[in-house]
Each structure stands twice: as C-alpha cells, then as structure tokens.
Nanobody, 121 residues
Framework: QLVESGGGLVQAGGSLRLSCAAS????????MGWFRQAPGKEREFVAA????????YYADPVKGRFTISRENAKNMVYLEMNSLKPEDTAVYYC????????????????WGQGTQVTVSS
C-alpha cells in the first residue's frame, strides 16, 4: 500500500513537499514514480526515480522546479515542488514501477490514493 501526504493549498511561486509512504511491502527494489491528474484531464507522468535513486526522470513542464528523491531505509519517496504554478493544480499520485517505460502509466503496478495540490494565482 502507498499513502501520499503533504498536499494542500499554496500560492503561485510557493513550495510543497509530497511524501509517499509504503506499508506492507518494500519499495527498495522498485523504481517509483509520481503522476498527477487535473480535473477533466488524463493522468500524466511527473517524475520517476530508479530503485537506487541514482537516476531521475522528469516531465518537461516540471523540470528545474520539482525534485524526486527516496529513502529506501524508510520505505519513502518524496516530491519537492518549488515555484508552483496554477497549472500544477492536480491530484498527485505515487506509484510503484513494474516494467516498461517510466513515463507510461501502464508500467506501474500499484498506486496510492492521491493527495490534492491546489495552487492559487
């Protein structure tokens, strides 16, 4: 099970740090990802991190503003979000990677319930 936290309401230009806690399973052997879904839109890739944390991947709209990280000893994954924009408003989901491209939803086999991020202008 994955449980996200840290979402909330923030003004444009502000920052939030999302956390993803895994329970009942270890995530240290899996790459992990963050996706988001805005109202009326499809769920989209945000960022991913390899099992070791040595490689990270970002969607173009968040490059340079968001940072994904992990602490395998704590079974945790994080998403640091800076310089937030109203277009970042969405429900953010943590997901565990199984196989395939890190950028695709179908490559992930287990998901959290999501945490709402709202950025006001």
């Amino acid at each position: 099970q994955l449980v996200e936290s840290g979402g909330g309401l923030v003004q444009a230009g502000g920052s939030l740090r999302l956390s993803c806690a895994a329970s009942g399973r270890t995530i240290s052997n899996n790459a992990m990802g963050w996706f988001r879904q805005a109202p009326g839109k499809e769920r989209e890739f945000v960022a991913a991190i390899s099992w070791s944390g040595g490689s990270t991947y970002y969607a173009d709209p968040v490059k340079g503003r968001f940072t994904i990280s992990r602490e395998n000893a704590k079974n945790m994954v994080y998403l640091e979000m800076n310089s937030l924009k109203p277009e970042d408003t969405a429900v953010y989901y943590c997901a565990g990677h199984y196989s395939g491209s890190y950028y695709l939803l179908e490559a992930y086999g287990y998901w959290g319930q999501g945490t709402q991020v709202t950025v006001s202008s």
